[in-house]
């Protein structure tokens, strides 16, 4: 299964949906649509995670690359992230400097 | 007991291999879909830790072997990089530093072996072995 990514960049926010698997084959992807928001010079980051059904530690390097090129104190939002994820994420200590939202009609409506 | 096996070339593309392997297994050791996810998770981050670690991305073969038995499915996976316990890594340092500071990798082992039951390293026939385990529960009417 691959993973289907789409970014809306609006006021200094990207927000990308995805949906599928995040693993080794299809973090590249994501990586480059960081790249594109980060080249947008925006400050908050928000995913849409609640359809990606699969994470690996190649999903944990995306969060850490984002972290790493956003600009500092740029905010990072999970939204709807399912539970194997979230413990993915908590495993790593990536719980401590991501937002995890259960769901936000704001953020789902905007990509 | 129900066994099957696989090869792998570790210079190719085999994580979709690797899935469909460990899936079809637990499904017929019945595991529940939580323990399917993290048996898949940690036969991934195994296996890829063997191609880009183990064999420094120049390819090798690796070998799963899985089974089912009354209690338990497992999955061994097999190669011939140089010795390497995953049980012997620490994560804790890298845990504690700022995400802004870390390093890359090292997140992998940590997920393969967070969510098991039993992983029993050993090195065998000049081989590294893993054995990765999932407890199979009594489901209703078993």
């Known amino acids: 299964m691959t993973l289907d990514a789409k970014m809306h960049i609006d006021e200094g926010t990207a927000t990308i949906r995805l949906s599928g698997e995040l693993d080794g084959r299809s973090a590249p992807r994501l990586n480059l649509l960081i790249s594109d928001a980060v080249a947008a010079q925006v400050r908050r980051l928000v995913l849409l995670v609640s359809d990606v059904t699969y994470m690996s530690s190649a999903g944990i390097r995306c969060l850490l690359f984002a972290h790493q090129k956003l600009p500092r104190g740029a905010e990072i939002v999970l939204v709807g992230t399912r ?29 | 007991m129900i066994g099957c096996r696989l090869r792998l070339d570790a210079g190719a ?16 050791g019945t595991l529940h879909t939580r323990q399917a996810y993290w048996l898949r998770l940690a036969a991934d981050e195994i296996t890829t830790n063997i191609a880009q670690h183990g064999y420094g991305g120049r390819g090798g ?26 049980t012997r ?29 039993e992983f029993v390293y050993d090195r065998v026939g000049g081989r590294n072995r893993n054995i990765l385990v999932m407890r199979r529960t009594p489901r209703e009417g078993e």
Request: charged content about 30%.
């Open chain 2, 61 to 86: 073969v690796i070998d799963l072997e899985g089974g089912v038995e009354t209690d338990r499915v497992w999955v061994r996976v097999e190669d011939d990089a140089p010795p390497f316990d995953p």
């Open chain 2, 13 to 28: 593309s085999f994580a979709g291999r690797v899935a469909e392997f460990v899936l079809t297994l637990a499904r017929t």
């Open chain 2, 89 to 117: 890594y620490d994560p804790a340092p890298r845990l504690a530093a700022d995400p802004a500071l870390r390093e890359e990798g090292g997140y992998g082992l940590l997920l393969a072996l967070g969510r098991l039951d």
């Open chain 1, 83 to 111: 539970q194997e994820v979230a413990e993915t994420i908590r495993m790593t200590g990536f719980d401590r400097t991501v937002v995890m939202q259960e769901s936000v009609e704001r953020e789902s409506a905007e990509a």
